[in-house]
């Protein structure tokens, strides 16, 4: 059974939500655990100018990531199909949301390609660290201009342990860490017999190098109950604007900074954009503490020094990170968005009404009158016909009878028949050789006639009719008179 109709209440994401959001009132207009954990310049919020500040990923947040990545794919609620479709019935439909997402670039790929490229993009390494000229085969960079932590030492109420006055960007995002991302490919086919790398390597190893920018991001979902059983994949995703939309630049002091500072995200300004930028930065910290570090080939070996090997971007066979690195890292990153539909509990979840396809599976049955009548009247026929011979032959025969005991006992009393079964009555073995052989018939027995006063006052014969031998007996004619 099929019904495209509308499910009123599947789960999706709104992280405007986050906007919202004040630790301090439980009595929240949306209620539950947020992304990020916050510290504050006053926790009792009466100090002028206090405000909330960014201060790590929440647990919640840890533990539904986490999850994500190490089952390989999105976690789901079990009371998800149930919600979203309705009791018995499977459904199909399509989420819309804007998150955080990454958009990746190739910069690079062979050995020494785009070394004067990288250089201006001032990448953290170039193709020689990669194999086959370097000794990794994975490589990430992905803390650069990372947020600062912790901003400052906190009391256990997460307060500032010095008064103030406070830093000028205290709490500011200003900047969000560029992935940089290098991976070497095994080919599996031979060096050309002159290569300086044939004695290094057994086969072709191609390095690549790209970069990830952390986006504000619009999402088509298409998500499938079957079963109890949820599935779901990206149909879209639109980038509309980076997270923090600033670049990081050597400084006149030689450090490196954020420019330009007008762009920072502030805590104490537009608290609400702060806010989301905050469940988007804890967001994408989560999966970069997946990402760094390295892996290398040292002799005949592979060397992780990166968590990167817990997941499923690695190939379990040969410890190289899967060819399609780059795609990769966008889908677990979705995978960790798809997993916070699985807690409701999320200052981010929400219920939306969607158009959807609800299908499941009944047993149905199609009547054909036809087919019914057919074998109805075949059988209705051929008893017709059995009716028609049995009331020809009781019309024939002038009697009717039937198989009660009692009817077979009265038509087969005979004297001949008494002496014949003589020690055998009650049908035990052995049974007379004799009795076997003989034919018996029901008929007129000859020997058994009695008078008997008709009607008309004269006197007829009586006949008796029974079981008896060829000899004995003779036809049974309609209308005659038998006891």
């Avoid at 979203?84 to 050995?111: D, H, L, M, Q």
């Amino acid at each position: 059974m099929v019904n495209q109709t509308v499910c009123p209440a599947v789960s999706t994401l709104d992280f405007t939500h986050e906007a919202h959001y004040d630790f301090r009132d439980v009595k929240t207009d949306f209620p539950g655990y947020s992304l990020p954990y916050y510290n504050t310049t006053d926790v009792n919020a009466t100090e002028p100018g206090w405000f909330d500040y960014y201060d790590q990923p929440s647990k919640s947040t840890r533990r539904l990531t986490t999850t994500s990545v190490y089952l390989q794919r999105p976690v789901s609620n079990e009371h998800a199909a149930v919600k979203s479709c309705g009791i018995g019935w499977n459904c199909t439909y399509e989420i819309i949301f804007k998150g955080p997402g990454y958009r990746c670039t190739e910069v690079a790929s062979g050995v020494g390609s785009n070394e004067s490229i990288l250089a201006a993009m001032k990448a953290p390494f170039n193709t020689s660290k990669l194999a086959p000229e370097g000794n990794a085969i994975y490589l990430a960079d992905v803390d650069t201009g990372d947020y600062q932590d912790p901003q400052l030492p906190t009391n256990e109420h997460g307060e500032p342990q010095s008064s103030g006055p406070w830093p000028e960007y205290l709490g500011a995002f200003q900047t969000e860490p560029v992935l940089w991302i290098g991976q070497t490919i095994d080919t599996n086919e031979s060096w050309p017999a002159d290569s300086p790398y044939a004695s290094r390597w057994e086969t072709v190893r191609v390095p690549k190098i790209f970069r990830c920018e952390h986006y504000e991001t619009l999402y088509s979902i298409m998500m499938k109950h079957a079963d109890g059983i949820q599935s779901a994949y990206t149909t879209n995703r639109t980038f509309l604007s980076p997270i923090v939309d600033t670049t990081v630049q050597a400084a006149p002091d030689g450090k490196e900074a954020a420019v330009p500072t007008s762009n920072y995200v502030l805590p104490n300004t537009n608290v609400s954009h702060y806010k989301v930028t905050a469940a988007y930065h804890a967001m994408g910290a989560l999966l970069r503490n997946f990402l760094r570090g390295g892996i290398t080939y040292d002799g005949n070996y592979p060397l992780t020094r990166s968590d990167i090997s817990e997941t499923r971007l690695i190939d379990q066979r040969t410890s190289y990170p899967v060819t399609d690195l780059m795609d990769q890292i966008q889908r677990v990153y979705e995978d960790m968005l798809i997993t916070l539909l699985s807690e409701p509990h999320l200052v981010v979840a929400a219920d939306a009404m969607v158009p959807c396809l609800k299908h499941r599976t009944v047993n149905a049955f199609r009547y054909y009158s036809y087919g019914l009548w057919v074998g109805y009247a075949i059988s209705i026929l051929v008893t017709a016909i059995f009716l028609v011979i049995g009331g020809y032959s009781m019309w024939e025969n002038g009697v009717a009878s039937d198989t009660m005991f009692s009817r077979i006992m009265v038509t087969t009393r005979n004297s001949t028949l008494d002496h014949l079964s003589n020690g055998a009555c009650l049908g035990n073995d052995p049974f007379p050789v004799e009795l076997k052989r003989t034919k018996l018939r029901f008929g007129v027995l000859l020997e058994d006639e009695r008078e008997y006063e008709g009607a008309g006052g004269m006197d007829e014969k009586l006949e008796h009719c029974a079981f008896g031998t060829e000899g004995e007996t003779k036809p049974i004619l309609k209308n005659g008179r038998y006891a």
